[in-house]
């Protein structure tokens, strides 16, 4: 029987931690990684301008980089994209300083 249940998330990039879980980080929460595991499918857009090596956006690298390693479904668009290809292109886990400009 298809679940009839729809349950919608809709975060900005400062509140994502109650979906954020890495033994790396800061994010051990274990509550965190099993709110992310009962998600479906995961829709992330954003700003197309902004750089997805920005600090402001930590969160939202380290949330596509849980749905890469656990090979849950992603919908990115705009920025969301732009970072799914730095973390490709950076092998997941390694932290790149990029400076732009001054």
Do not use: H
Request: glycine share 2%.
């Amino acid at each position: 029987m298809v679940d009839t249940e729809t349950e919608f998330y809709i975060r900005d990039t400062n509140n994502l931690d109650d979906f954020l879980y890495e033994l790396d980080n800061s994010y051990v929460i274990k509550a965190s990684g099993k709110l992310f595991d009962n998600m479906d499918l995961i829709f992330i857009s954003g700003d197309p301008f902004q750089l997805p090596w920005l600090k402001s956006n930590r969160k939202v690298l380290l949330l596509i980089r849980m749905c890469l390693k656990t090979k849950k479904n992603l919908f990115a668009a705009s920025f969301a994209f732009m970072s799914y290809i730095y973390l490709c292109a950076t092998n997941f886990d390694n932290d790149i300083n990029i400076i732009n400009g001054n």
